[in-house]
């Protein structure tokens, strides 16, 4: 989540930057989409990379509505 947003800010910047040396808003939304395509390719697919260290959760709580008899 965290790479997702930081890849979204940082190409948004950047064609925000360039986008208003340039007078002219299209850069702005071909960097943001530009960032946009990388950071789905990059954070949507489950790569191994990610898996190298696996949460280990909790066990699951029963459930207390159930009555036991």
Request: glycine share 6%; with cysteine.
């Amino acid at each position: 989540e965290n790479l997702f947003y930081w890849i979204i800010l940082i190409f948004g910047a950047i064609g925000w930057v360039k986008g208003y040396i340039e007078q002219d808003f299209a850069y702005v939304f071909y960097a943001w989409s530009v960032g946009m395509v990388i950071s789905v390719i990059l954070c949507v697919p489950d790569w191994p990379f990610f898996n190298r260290h696996p949460v280990k959760w909790l066990e699951s709580v029963p459930d207390r509505r159930v009555k036991q008899e």
